[in-house]
């Protein structure tokens, strides 16, 4: 049999507490295992061996190029000949610009790029086929994380549009405040509104933003710096 090198990599996710904590710790446990599973599973059927899982646990794809990861560098030493398997191409991809240079010095080297389970198939680049299907999936690979941003921070604005608290009780934006009677929605906080529109009044006048914080006072008990001063401007626009 042949030998090949099974890549692994999970996204970095947001600190949590408590039980939420072990869960998502236990998630990324069980996302590593899986892609490790299915990519023995595809190993078996290609006649390949697996000796060696790298893996790249809370990595972003998308800040982050595959040589420039911590485990994704060791693959640009493997030798002639060598096979990587992942299981999808989006573990492995985020960038179409990084997906297509990986896989032409891969090509350079001799160097077999397998993909286990894309979208319920195989995807093997030793193939024109598979070449073709690589180049398509990579500009989708790069697209969806976008969509869903976007997605996600659209909805955001209409729930707080509506009063909905989308923050941590200690980053809601100014001119908001959480509301004592239910901390799940915020309210107008009047005295930053009204010092929001001293702000405005003083940037008329020509004032800079170090001497309107000064101005204005303290607000949620520290002086603003400038950054927060054109933040706490856009309350009222």
Known sequence: MTNAISYTRYSPRPVKEGDEERAAAQEDAESIQLQMEMNQR????????????????????????????????????????????????????????????????????????????????????STGEGRFMFTMLLSAAEFEPHRTADRTSKGMKHRQKNGQRMTSKQTVPFGQMVDPEDDSRTIPCESELWKANEAIALKARGFSLRDIARQIGPIREKILSPQSVKNLMKAVK
Do not use: N, W
Not at 56 to 75: M, Q, V
Not at 76 to 91: A, E, N, T, W, Y
Not at 102 to 114: N, R, S, W
């Open 42 to 125: 595809y190993a078996v059927m290609k006649g390949l061996t697996i000796t060696e899982v790298i893996k790249d646990p809370e990595t972003s794809a998308r800040k982050t190029r595959l040589f420039e990861r911590e485990g994704g560098s060791k693959l640009q030493f493997l030798p002639k000949g060598s096979h990587v398997i992942c299981m999808r191409l989006d573990r492995m991809f985020r960038s179409t610009v990084d997906g297509l240079q990986t896989v032409e010095f891969f090509q350079k080297k001799g160097i077999i790029l397998h993909f286990a389970d894309q979208s319920g198939c195989t995807l093997d680049l």
